[in-house]
């Protein structure tokens, strides 16, 4: 599972290469890499944006209005759930609870969290990732710009974040580190 | 309320390190751990029986107890399972980010008191953050020689590996977890033969346990089984960290003792309904507990066995809080929509029968439903879990598939005339759906054109 995701960071989704590479490493069918692959809602099969906005409809969050912070996301970037636009730029999903109710609702970009989210606010993150197009995606800095309230206070600023559609995870090589912050 | 705070006392008194190795060392952490070396694996394992620790994922089975099955084989292995997706449930995130050391320190105990030279952190693929936290406290232990070959110069050696998921519920599922850890579909094993404490990781003897569960032996062992047995006059010991959410004035995750009541937990350190509004349902632990409501529940205390009694559990300790504008055909949507999604699609009756629940409620929601439409899902949960009956009886290999059934038991016993309301009326009046249908939301599956 760890090849998986760094085959997607190589070309920012998993590509049929990527997966018989895989298989390859592993020494199995690349048949038996999609299986593992099909399996799981990360390993995105098709192209996905540089910015992955998750916006959670769960109960916790659809209590709190997260359908209509999702819709307020599609709307602003004119991407529906499920798909990517045309510059590649910004994909859009929904998606079960990313554990973050207390602080409901949730979006994660890039699986970096954002806490207390409104539908205003939603509009906003848009608006600034397809502005300041940032190269590492710090929750940290978006919490600050876009959230509010919180499921438990972070306290601890950090610096890292993600570079791509894909966990930043230093194991992985896939964690960014902010250099003008 | 009493303020015994063990897994979170740390993040308390010093929010900005409670995360460092130094912090924690300052704080009295690895004494324990050291500790364990100089004691027999019999006594650990009594030690942790006589405590009453109960497992923290979701089972509330006793941790000593699991430990004492562990098959004889070796090697054996452990795995801290940290795949935390139970809809409402947040509080191992904060455990993972807050005090990670203290994790690690009871994992190293849990590993001498089993024999174990390897082990697992199994985090979630959607908490990159809390990982990035845990393998930082992991390589500051390797550095300190507290992991690796001879832990605390004795001869002691334990590897620690921190995985991360790619992105699925029934992993939570011990035997899926394990399956998902070995490279492959996270499909629930049958149960028997595949007992990990038997047949587990690598078909070796395994031990799964939660953050919140390993997360308190160092306590259990600093202050011993009695007192931490004595910290409540309740059957189950020590205390319990809940997650609150939903329409509560002050959402969070609280650590509190057994035995207070609902009532306390919502009106009191919940800070009571956003906006004065009135209580019209909880979940009281997670997505798969049957739900509560307050003419019946809200003096009941909280415990494993007062919550089993009247029909529920406490799961994962997530408390999901809905108000009296909250409609009940959606919500029950919500968290069937959940399971439908999760299903691993093993077993026929939770992959079908979550798939017509989830239809059956949006149509009801959307305005097309039938007068039968209730009994019919009524039917179709009986198909899951038999006769309805709790704990249920199981169709499948786990019990993801009878968890769905748990908002249809609501809609059948409390909400039946709001149900047939939804039908009469062509669909939904509550606010954020006017007009009646709910937004398109879940048109689609989540996992629809990606799998």
């Known amino acids: ?181 | 309320m009493s303020a015994t705070l063990l897994v979170t006392r740390r993040m308390t008194d010093h929010p900005t390190d409670s995360h460092t190795v130094d912090r924690y060392e300052a704080t009295g952490g690895y004494a324990q751990a050291r500790r364990a070396l100089t004691l027999t694996r019999d006594e650990l394992v009594e030690e942790v029986k006589a405590s009453g620790l109960l497992g923290r994922g979701g089972a509330a089975f006793s941790a000593g107890l699991k430990w004492s099955f562990l098959a004889p084989a070796r090697p054996a292995y452990l795995v801290i399972n940290a795949d935390e997706s139970e809809p409402g449930t947040f509080k191992d995130r904060q455990l993972l980010e807050r005090d990670p050391h203290q994790m690690v320190e009871g994992i190293i105990i849990t590993a001498i008191a089993n024999e174990v030279h390897h082990a697992f952190v199994y985090i979630r693929g959607e908490y990159p953050k809390p990982a990035r936290r845990v393998q930082q406290a992991v390589d500051e232990a390797y550095a300190k020689g507290y992991l690796g070959t001879g832990v605390f110069e004795s001869g002691y050696d334990l590897e620690l590996t921190v995985h991360l998921g790619g992105g699925a519920y029934i992993c939570g599922e011990e035997t899926a977890l394990i399956n998902s850890l070995e490279g492959l579909r996270g499909e629930p094993r049958l149960k028997p033969p595949y007992f990990p404490a038997a047949k587990g990781l690598y078909m070796m003897p395994t031990i799964v346990n939660n953050v919140e569960t390993v997360s308190n032996l160092p306590h259990i062992l600093s202050m011993g089984a009695a007192s931490y047995a004595g910290i409540t006059d309740s059957a189950d010991t020590g205390t319990f960290m809940m997650s609150l959410s939903g329409h509560v004035n002050r959402p969070g995750n609280y650590e509190l003792p057994h035995g207070i009541t609902w009532r306390d937990l919502i009106y009191d350190i919940g800070g009571g309904m956003r906006n004065g509004k009135e209580l019209k349902a909880w979940i009281p632990g997670g997505a798969s507990a049957p739900w509560f409501i307050p003419e019946k529940h809200l003096d009941l205390e909280i415990t494993k066995e007062a919550t089993a009694a009247a029909g529920s559990m406490l799961g994962s300790g997530a408390v999901i809080v809905m108000d009296e504008d909250t409609c009940m055909v959606r919500a029950a949507e919500r968290v069937v929509r959940f399971f439908s999604h999760e299903s691993c699609g093993q077993c026929t009756p939770c992959r079908e029968g979550t798939t017509w629940l989830e239809m059956i409620l949006r149509r009801i929601e959307e305005g097309t439903g039938r007068a039968v439409d209730l009994d019919l899902a009524v039917d179709v949960s009986d198909g899951i879990s038999i006769d309805l009956a709790w704990p249920p009886k199981m169709t499948t290999i786990c019990p993801l598939g009878p968890s769905a059934v748990s908002p249809i038991l609501a809609l059948k016993d409390y909400f039946r005339d709001e149900v047939q309301e939804h039908v009469s009326r062509g669909g939904c009046w509550f606010p954020g759906s006017p007009g009646g249908p709910p937004p398109a939301v879940t048109g689609d599956r989540v996992d629809e054109g990606s799998s």
């Open chain 1, 1 to 181: 599972m760890p090849l998986l995701y760094m085959a997607m960071a190589e070309e920012g989704y998993l590509t049929e290469a990527g997966m018989e590479e895989v298989a390859r490493w592993c020494d199995i069918t690349p048949a038996q890499v999609l299986s593992v692959a099909s399996f799981y809602t990360m390993y995105k099969r098709e192209r996905t944006g540089a910015y992955l906005i998750s916006c959670c409809t769960s109960i916790s969050c659809m209590l709190l209005g997260g359908d209509d912070v999702l819709h307020a996301v599609e709307d602003e970037s004119g991407v529906p759930h499920g798909e990517t636009d045309d510059e590649g730029l910004i994909s859009v999903e929904h998606v079960e609870c990313i554990g973050a109710c207390g602080g409901a609702p949730a979006v994660q970009v890039n699986y970096e969290l954002i806490e207390g989210v409104t539908p205003a606010k939603g509009r906003e993150l848009v608006t600034w990732l397809k502005k300041a197009r940032p190269e590492v995606v710090n929750s940290d800095e978006m919490q600050q710009l876009f959230g509010d309230r919180r499921s438990f206070d972070w306290a601890i600023a950090e610096d890292r974040g993600a570079i791509g559609p894909y966990p930043a995870f230093q194991p992985l090589g896939t964690v960014g580190e902010e250099s003008d912050s």
